[in-house]
């Protein structure tokens, strides 16, 4: 009964075609910019990678798989998942960056 | 703990009660105690594939044998010894035997949540095992990289890599499935009344292993892929040749591997903390503090892999970095050492054959350990790096650690797996052999990496040679006493005496019901109201 009123409630929260169409536009924009840092110069692109592509990823996350609409559960284990990738980035960034 | 008796009239879980019988009962079964016991027969058949390798290695190196194999033979026999004991005994190794059989009764459920994932865990094992062995014999022969795999070598090398890492590949999907399975079983099955702190020690470790399971295994498992795309389609990731870094290899390799050491020895460390306060009558000393060594072991141990590397041209701050935290990890591990020593102090202690062998687990998980610390140390690791130092180091932490550890689970919850009580003199008498020719071995090889002597040289310089016979003979007289633990054991399953339900005094749930346990374990799922190690109560009863 309560997941099929949970689900119900997600239903209701559901964003319209133009929230989808306006994420959609904003990926293609910062796609764009990556490809235009990369032309810049080999750091730039790594810098661009680093910060942008996170940034397109959560928007994919919250919107397009509704992370936005879950539980703080959810949020909480993919912020966690996240923070440990971001540990495993650090770490291998001690080597790769000061070689 | 408040537990109930099956009435004995139920039958036990090796009495077939479905409608198949024999074999196809086992090969079909869902029950999580037959599962565990099909990982004991098929783990403990590589372990001694793994050891007749192993001795052959030795006798290579005695100048008498040396014309046993040639040095090619000799690079497969390393590499196939290491991808057997890795990936075929002790990273399944305890959680697959008694995490299998025990987790459930010790959290007083009926069976693990996902029970036929549970079988199916074992086909990808064993799926994985064929394929290992299909790689000796298929392709360009057996694979001569070593169980790491190392690129760019084992890019361009004739032998079967592709294959053999396939096989690792799906052995990786069995850890993870047993992960998934354990985490979600601890989560959900746990009794009324088994609050996180309730639960016994062991379900502590597998908890936290299961955990490395599932985060760590898939890293290794693409990394793997990739090296198969590699040789397939040259697709230049860790090939320097064509742009790639040879160096993410290690790095995505270690990222699994140093971890996989903590699948290894957690569960191992939780089967001392079962075994130690049932002999020494008393309850374990800082419950918390080792349930809480486990958690971090697992997490500060996942952040360590680098130390494998220092000698491998990674940058000068990344050194330094992990040699840090390698130092950090030490911590947790004193913690336990600390714990179970003080649990053992003032305790009244009743010294059967799985204390001598939780008390060998210590004294060698501390020489391991010790010289684990050491090799954190930048300074030192340099010098030592790619010798028989390591060899000895880690086959102390792994055969000394998880191995005794595992002999020593065997031991104390063999009567209540097959009803059957072995011979204690016989298994006194295997202990000597195997910890003298266990040190002479390894004690041996970790003399000879301080004198200079490289690991996976087919030969060696004569002023190793005495080091090196000294170490052979005691390789013959530890597989001495292995003959003799499990001539005793396999004795004990068809001849011992009828065991009782709870021979040594144990207090955790699965001393409550009958020796073997019936299908379902509990008739009644049982109520806890305390911790698991209340021997106090036990007295005043």
Redesign the interface.
Known sequence: MNETLHSHEAHIEHPGYGTFIGVWLLLLLLTGCLVGLSHVSQSYAVWGLLTLTPLKAGLVFYYFMHLKYEGPVFKVVVLVTLG?LL??FA??F?????? | MSGTHAPTAEPSYLVDTGTRTGVMAWLTTTDHKRIGLLYLYSMMTFFFVGVGIGVVMRLVQLTTFQKLVTAQTYNALFTVHGVIMIFLFVVPGLPAIFGNFFLPILIGAKDVSFPRLNLASWYFFIAGAILAVLSLFTGGGAPDTGWTFYAPFSLKTGTNVSLAVFAAFVLGFSSMLTGINFITTIHRLRAPGMQWFRMPLMCWALYSTAWIQL?ATPIVAITLLLVILERFFGIGIFDPAKGGDP?LYQ?LFW?YSHPAVYIMILPAMGAISEILPTFAKRPIFGYKAIAYSSMSIAGVGS?VW?HHMFTS??????TM??SLLTMIVAVPSAIKVFNWVSTLYKGSIDFQPPLLFALTFIFLFCIGGLTGVMQGALALNVHIHDTYFIVGHFHYVMFGGTGMALFAALLYWFPKMFGKMYSKKAIYASWFPMFIGFNMLYFGMMILGMMGMPRRYYVHLPQFHTMHVIATVGSWLLVLGLVMFFAALIYATFKGEKAEDNPWGGVTLEWTIPSPPPLENFDVIPTITRGPYHFEQEEHR
């Open positions: 440990t540990i495993f770490l291998l001690s080597d790769v960056a000061f070689r | 985060l160096l790095h990222i952040l680098a041209g990674m940058s000068s701050v990344a970095v992990f």
